[in-house]
């Protein structure tokens, strides 16, 4: 007889699919007998059941570290069944909670509120975000706002072993203007002429 898997929130897990390719991801809600996951990469939102799961050793894909890392998020809550961006979290500096972001998800820019004194330490993020971008291969100017891009990759998409490096590449390509293409020039046809 089996041991009973209990899974929670953040494990890490595996399954054999379909061809015997393995599949590993991190487990994101995990009730009764089926597990909500999100695989490696961050491509897919699987529910599994539970007793096709195995606890898995495999380590997700880190970015090297890098200045950025002394920002971070924590308190991530969002609605993931809204049409917009709606979500709301506390941005950390050293560990340190320094201000709270936001959106009510209704086309609106997000809100940063910092929790002591000015707007510095706002503009301070903005600057490292800048520069954590340019080391990533993008260029802050081609972001609509680059501290959201930043806020949601670390928390929606680095946990699950997206790169900063793809997550910038996939979002230019994603925000290149498609070439223009010229129309063919068609030969004139003389046809019937209708006439009221």
């Known amino acids: 007889m089996s041991a009973i898997k209990r899974f929670e929130e953040m494990d890490r897990v595996?399954?054999?699919?379909?061809?015997?390719?393995?599949?590993?991801g991190t487990v994101t809600e995990a009730s009764g007998d089926a597990v909500r996951l999100v695989t490696d990469g961050?491509?897919?939102?699987?529910?599994?059941?539970?007793?096709?799961?195995?606890?898995?050793?495999?380590?997700?894909?880190?970015d090297l570290?890098?200045?950025?890392?002394?920002?971070?998020?924590?308190?991530?809550a969002d609605d993931a069944g809204a049409d917009s961006t709606k979500y709301s979290a506390i941005i950390t500096l050293?560990?340190?909670?320094?201000?709270?972001?936001?959106?009510?998800g209704?086309?609106?820019?997000d809100r940063y509120l910092p929790f002591d004194g000015g707007y510095a330490v706002v503009e301070e993020l903005a600057a490292a975000v800048d520069d954590w971008l340019a080391a990533n291969g993008g260029d802050p100017a081609d972001f609509v706002e680059p501290v959201n891009f930043w806020l949601l990759w670390r928390?929606?998409?680095?946990?699950?072993?997206?790169?900063a490096a793809e997550a910038v590449e996939e979002y230019l390509a994603s925000t290149a203007p498609?070439?223009?293409?010229?129309?063919t020039q068609e030969p004139d046809v003389e046809g019937p002429t209708l006439s009221m």
């Open 155 to 163: 928390a929606r998409r680095a946990p699950y072993g997206v790169l």
């Open 65 to 76: 570290p890098s200045a950025m890392d002394v920002w971070q998020v924590a308190d991530f």
């Open 106 to 109: 209704y086309g609106a820019p």
């Open 178 to 183: 498609r070439p223009e293409v010229e129309p």
């Open 14 to 24: 595996e399954f054999k699919a379909a061809g015997g390719r393995m599949v590993y």
């Open 94 to 104: 050293h560990g340190v909670p320094v201000a709270g972001a936001s959106n009510d």
């Open 42 to 62: 961050g491509r897919y939102r699987l529910r599994v059941p539970a007793r096709r799961l195995s606890f898995s050793s495999r380590a997700v894909r880190r």
